[in-house]
């Protein structure tokens, strides 16, 4: 039996080598990271951001309503930058339920797309190399 979350599953069906930072904006701010095809999902969303918020208050479906479309990106733009500081990937993808509210993506950053998450389940089964 294999048990992953969302974002760890259009992060597979996203990854295509070396060291990946998978981001999803939905309800929350989905998180993971593969590396060198060891996958695994993180709970980015709960650390500290700004004025006692967390990443998840900004770029999440709450920060988009409290604070407009052009605030919100912003802060996506903001909060990749600094994940990109701190975890190192190659790339980025950002996907999730609100990537079509985003006109252009950060530098470095290729858009993510929802139907990546049915090609991460049959790849988690039929991947052997990768590790979950």
């Known amino acids: 039996m294999k048990v992953i979350n969302d974002a760890l599953m259009q992060a597979v069906g996203s990854y295509e080598g070396g060291r990946m930072l998978f981001l999803g904006l939905g309800t929350g701010l989905g998180a993971a990271m593969i590396v060198?095809?060891?996958?695994?999902?993180?709970?980015?969303?709960?650390?500290?951001?700004?004025?006692?918020?967390?990443?998840?208050?900004?770029?999440?479906?709450?920060?988009?309503?409290?604070?407009?479309?052009?605030?919100?990106?912003?802060?996506?733009?903001?909060?990749?930058?600094?994940?990109?500081?701190?975890?190192?990937?190659?790339?980025?993808?950002?996907?999730?339920?609100?990537i079509d509210k985003l006109d252009e993506l950060p530098a470095g950053c290729r858009r993510g797309d929802n139907t990546r998450a049915f090609k991460g389940g049959f790849r988690l089964w039929r991947d052997k190399s990768l590790i979950v």
């Open 36 to 98: 060198d095809n060891v996958a695994q999902p993180m709970e980015l969303a709960h650390l500290p951001y700004k004025k006692g918020g967390s990443f998840e208050d900004y770029v999440g479906e709450r920060g988009l309503e409290k604070r407009g479309k052009k605030k919100w990106r912003k802060h996506v733009f903001d909060v990749v930058e600094r994940l990109r500081a701190a975890m190192q990937p190659d790339y980025v993808v950002i996907g999730g339920g609100n």
